[in-house]
Nanobody, 122 residues
Framework: QVQLVESGGGLVQAGGSLRLSCAASGTIFSISVMGWYRQGPGKQRELVATINSGGSTNYVDSVKDRFTISRDNAKNTVYLQMNSLKPEDTAVYYC????????????????WGQGTQVTVSS
């Protein structure tokens, strides 16, 4: 199986920065897309940013020019640098990865982390 462990959440004032990390471990042959999602109070989970194995990125409009997603393929780790944080960024942030567990099986399966709380005070 595969485990995703997030870290780096916390409480920060508006305008501040945080860096989230998510490390994948377990039975991993390769990882295609890795991403960050968030779920704010009373809201549905939404996509924040994704990055594929080649480094191509995608962001939701509300975080463009403030957040940067990156990954270290050798460490199976994805990062989310969050700058100019706003109170509306307050949410539980979840890491997601599409993992191929075996060279003999071509399919990828999605795995989720347990979530890390980010709270931005005004």
């Amino acid at each position: 199986q595969v485990q995703l462990v997030e870290s780096g959440g916390g409480l920060v004032q508006a305008g501040g920065s945080l860096r989230l990390s998510c490390a994948a471990s377990g039975t991993i042959f390769s990882i295609s897309v890795m991403g960050w999602y968030r779920q704010g109070p009373g809201k549905q989970r939404e996509l924040v940013a994704t990055i594929n194995s080649g480094g191509s990125t995608n962001y939701v409009d509300s975080v463009k020019d403030r957040f940067t997603i990156s990954r270290d393929n050798a460490k199976n780790t994805v990062y989310l640098q969050m700058n100019s944080l706003k109170p509306e960024d307050t949410a539980v942030y979840y890491c997601n990865a599409a993992v191929r567990g075996s060279p003999y099986r071509p399919s990828y399966s999605p795995f989720w982390g347990q979530g890390t709380q980010v709270t931005v005070s005004s």
